[in-house]
Structures are given as C-alpha cells and as structure tokens.
C-alpha cells in the first residue's frame, strides 16, 4: 500500500514554529516514527511552500497512490486550485491539520479541501497523521 504525506507552508518549520500551537518536534522526526510504527504501509512525503508545487505532487501520485494525507496548512483556506486538484484526482484524500482550526480564528474555519476529502482529521497535534494513517488499515 502506498500512501504520501503532502504538506504545505510553513510546515517545514515544525519544531521551531509556534511550538505552543505546532509541538516541538521536526516533520522528519516524526516521519521517521510513522515510518515504523506502520511498516506495512510504503509511505512518501513531500513538502512545499509553493502552492502550484503542492498541485503537481497531487496531480503526480492522484491516479496511482493509494491514500493522501493532505496538510495544505494556510493554502487550505485560500487555495480554489488545490480544492480543484483534490476534486481531480482518484486517490482519496484524507485532510489533516495538526491544530484545531475550528477553535482558532475564523479564516481558518473555511476549508477548499474538506468538500473533496474522504474524511478530516484535526486538533490532535502530529498525532493527527498517525490517526488518518490507521484509516488506511482498517
Ligand atoms: C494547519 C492549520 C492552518 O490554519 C495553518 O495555516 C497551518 C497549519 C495545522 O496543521 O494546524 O499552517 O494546517
């Protein structure tokens, strides 16, 4: 089975950014648990700042990829083009964000991805991506 994690801005920076929000551990660390905590599971990541960066990797794994993890961070409240990608694709999408955006400010409560997504997963910290992951395995 194979299943990438995608994540957008900023989120490069984790375990240095706002670590009251965000935690902190580095994406890679805890990448490198995921990685051994699911075995079964061939698991990618890719990470971009750059929003038509993040539509390229979708377009590229969208029809052959078994699952997505997608944390589009701030792109998710603004980005019509990755919504439309999500939308494009065949390989289902499970929307993640580390904080819960509901609780936060309400920019973050629109979401361009969640319409498209098999499913959301938000407010458990990093534990979020181990949450959908499991997903993949029931
Ligand atoms: C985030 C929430 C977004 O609102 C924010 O812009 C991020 C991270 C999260 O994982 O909690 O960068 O997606």
Redo the contacts with the bound molecule.
């Keep these: 089975m194979k299943v990438i994690i995608i994540n957008g ?3 490069n920076l984790l375990g240095k950014r706002e670590p009251s929000i ?1 935690g902190s551990e580095s994406f890679e660390d805890y990448f490198n648990y995921l990685k051994e905590k699911f075995p079964s599971i061939d698991l990618d990541y890719f990470q971009s700042n750059v929003e038509g960066e993040l539509i390229n990797k979708l377009q590229e794994v969208g029809f052959t990829y078994n699952g997505i993890l997608l ?1 589009a ?2 792109y ?2 603004t980005s019509i083009g990755i919504g439309d990608a999500v939308k494009a694709i065949t390989t289902p999408v499970i929307e993640v ?3 819960n ?1 509901m609780a ?1 400010e309400e920019f ?1 409560h629109q979401s361009y991805i969640s319409p498209n997504a098999s499913g959301v997963i ?1 407010g458990f910290g990093l534990k979020s991506y181990e949450l959908a992951l499991q997903s993949f395995l029931l």
Aim: glycine share 0%; proline share 6%.
């Design positions: 801005p900023n989120l965000y944390n961070a701030a998710t409240h964000h580390i904080s955006t936060r973050r938000l």
